[in-house]
């Protein structure tokens, strides 16, 4: 039988972080070696210290990386990309591999994520439910097809607090869209509308956020034409499909070399 990937998840007390733990705790080779978070996080009503509750399965409960690291082989991040960066660096000096679920990187972060890449396994994905990846091959496929003529405008909605827009995965689904059409996403891209007047630039590639009570993840695309228009939706009713995507990522990464990796890869859809 091939033995579990013992696995850390930093961030602990995180909306994500706490569903990682479930999901670590159910996943059959999953071992949860370790839970890292933040001296004195209180986020959302969890102090680190009641995450001792995890305890009961011989997991460390630090927030250093330097005490865990015993304990496990890949660290599953959902934290900030700032922290993020740091813990990646953490993971390239000790061999461990990583996985990344944090959104929110601007362009410089994202090349130090490739730099540090170079030396260390890492699967970095906006968004690592099944259904979100596959959406984006349904996206490729619809841009091929529709993509040159179409008005394309995509929408997500999410729970209150996030901290980025457009999500992580709105971006992703737009970079999927922007490629397959030979466009660069930094120049078709719209965020927003409001008080546009005259006609729409049919190469542009079109933005709307709405933050709202504690939706978990909804995103539309919209290819619109005069006469029909497609419009691919996915909604994400649980953070269990992300973290059970996040255990599925670490599983597969443990038997990878350094190199970045994405969910297409780790699921098989490229
Ligand atoms: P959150 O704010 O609820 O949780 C983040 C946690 O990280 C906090 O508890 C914070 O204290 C902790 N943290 C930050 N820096 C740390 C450090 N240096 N050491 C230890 N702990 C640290 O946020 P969330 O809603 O759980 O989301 C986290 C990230 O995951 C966001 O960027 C979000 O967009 C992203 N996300 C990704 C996916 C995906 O599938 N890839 C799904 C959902 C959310």
Same mark, same amino acid.
């Given at each position: 039988?091939?033995?579990?990937?013992?696995?850390? +998840?930093?961030?602990?007390?995180?909306?994500?972080?706490?569903?990682?733990?479930?999901?670590?705790?159910?996943?059959?080779?999953?071992?949860?070696?370790?839970?890292?978070?933040?001296?004195?996080?209180?986020?959302?009503?969890?102090?680190?210290?009641?995450?001792?509750? +995890?305890?009961?399965? #011989?997991?460390?409960?630090?927030?250093?990386?330097?005490?865990?690291?015993?304990?496990?082989?890949?660290?599953?991040?959902?934290?900030?990309?700032?922290?993020?960066?740091?813990?990646?660096?953490?993971?390239?000096?000790? #061999?461990?591999?990583?996985?990344?679920?944090?959104?929110?990187?601007?362009?410089?972060?994202?090349?130090?994520?490739?730099?540090?890449?170079?030396?260390?396994?890492?699967?970095?994905?906006? #968004?690592?439910?099944?259904?979100? #990846? @596959?959406?984006?091959?349904?996206?490729?496929?619809?841009?091929?097809?529709?993509?040159?003529?179409? &008005?394309?405008?995509?929408?997500?909605?999410?729970?209150?607090?996030?901290?980025?827009?457009?999500?992580?995965?709105? @971006?992703?689904?737009?970079?999927?869209?922007?490629?397959?059409?030979?466009? &660069?996403?930094?120049?078709?891209?719209?965020?927003?509308?409001?008080?546009?007047?005259?006609?729409?630039?049919?190469?542009?590639?079109?933005?709307?956020?709405?933050?709202?009570?504690?939706?978990?993840?909804?995103?539309?695309?919209?290819?619109?034409?005069?006469?029909?228009?497609?419009?691919?939706?996915?909604?994400?009713?649980?953070?269990?499909?992300?973290?059970?995507?996040?255990?599925?990522?670490?599983?597969? @990464?443990? &038997?990878?070399?350094?190199?970045?990796? &994405?969910?297409?890869?780790?699921?098989?859809?490229?």
């Amino acid at each position: 039988m091939t033995a579990k990937v013992r696995v850390a +998840v930093v961030g602990a007390s995180g909306r994500m972080g706490r569903t990682l733990i479930e999901a670590a705790k159910q996943h059959e080779m999953i071992y949860l070696g370790a839970a890292v978070e933040r001296k004195g996080s209180t986020l959302i009503g969890v102090d680190a210290g009641e995450l001792a509750g +995890v305890g009961t399965m #011989n997991v460390a409960i630090t927030d250093s990386l330097d005490i865990a690291s015993e304990h496990f082989d890949v660290l599953i991040d959902f934290t900030s990309p700032e922290s993020s960066l740091v813990h990646l660096e953490w993971c390239s000096k000790n #061999n461990k591999a990583i996985v990344i679920g944090t959104t929110g990187f601007n362009h410089a972060q994202k090349e130090m994520i490739n730099a540090f890449a170079e030396q260390t396994p890492v699967v970095f994905a906006p #968004n690592m439910s099944v259904g979100v #990846n @596959l959406t984006l091959k349904l996206l490729e496929l619809t841009a091929k097809v529709m993509g040159d003529y179409t &008005d394309i405008e995509i929408t997500e909605g999410h729970h209150r607090f996030k901290k980025d827009a457009p999500s992580g995965t709105a @971006l992703k689904m737009g970079e999927v869209i922007a490629d397959t059409l030979g466009r &660069d996403l930094e120049e078709c891209a719209v965020y927003g509308r409001e008080g546009m007047t005259g006609e729409r630039d049919r190469n542009t590639i079109g933005f709307s956020t709405i933050r709202a009570g504690d939706i978990v993840g909804d995103h539309t695309v919209m290819f619109a034409d005069i006469g029909e228009r497609v419009e691919i939706t996915h909604k994400a009713t649980s953070r269990m499909t992300f973290a059970n995507g996040a255990m599925r990522a670490a599983y597969w @990464l443990s &038997d990878q070399d350094s190199g970045l990796y &994405d969910m297409q890869q780790v699921l098989g859809l490229n």
